[in-house]
């Protein structure tokens, strides 16, 4: 099996091989069982300023995921090239092997950038439902006689809120428009 591996020019592409899979392979094991958090804010960009001194986020490319990625992909890619050719043409090889290191290791940043702009705060503002159309789910009393509930869609969110009106009483299942929010509690008009 060495001889496999690590006959002629091929310990070139083995040993990035096996290095870089190993560690790409510990990183998906601690991330599936919740042992390491990444950070998926990787940037293709190069700021650089007028001095010529690039920014600390010109470089989140070069993280140990991505470099894992190219030496895995550089290191199989060269291996399979490199046996393809019949062990003759180790120029070839090495090409084949850095255009394949690059690819998984773009392929990689794509995939965590995608994953990242999955995550979502959670946070609605009460104030967002002001000029929205919503439902009485528990009638709002007429001014000053207390409050009733009314349910709200805010940023595909449906919220319900306590609700208060300045004129009559507004009956259960009536549409409504929120006028304006104080506190968590809304002014709702007959919409």
């Not at 060495?2 to 091989?17: Q, R």
């Not at 920014?55 to 291996?79: R, V």
């Not at 490199?82 to 850095?98: D, M, P, Q, R």
Request: negative net charge; charged residues 20%; proline residues 2%.
């Amino acid at each position: 099996m060495s001889d496999y591996l690590f006959n002629g020019a091929l310990p070139w592409f083995t040993i990035p091989a096996l290095i870089g899979t190993g560690i790409f392979g510990l990183f998906i094991i601690l991330m599936l069982v919740g042992g390491l958090d990444i950070d998926a804010d990787a940037d293709f960009d190069a700021d650089v300023d007028a001095d010529g001194d690039a920014s600390a986020d010109s470089f989140k490319l070069l993280s140990i995921q991505s470099i894992s990625a190219f030496l895995m992909g550089f290191g199989w890619g060269g291996f399979a090239a490199y046996k393809t050719f019949a062990n003759e043409n180790f120029s070839i090889a090495l090409a084949v092997g850095a255009i394949c290191g690059v690819g998984i290791a773009w392929l990689l940043v794509l995939g965590l950038k995608a994953l990242y702009q999955l995550e979502s705060s959670g946070n609605v503002s009460v104030k967002d439902a002001v000029g929205l159309e919503g439902e009485v789910y528990v009638r709002v009393p007429a001014m000053g006689e207390g409050s009733g509930k009314v349910r709200v869609v805010i940023d595909e969110r449906q919220r319900i809120y306590n609700a208060v009106t300045e004129g009559e009483e507004i009956s259960r299942s009536s549409r409504v428009v929120v006028t304006h929010v104080v506190g968590n509690t809304l002014t709702v008009v007959r919409a």
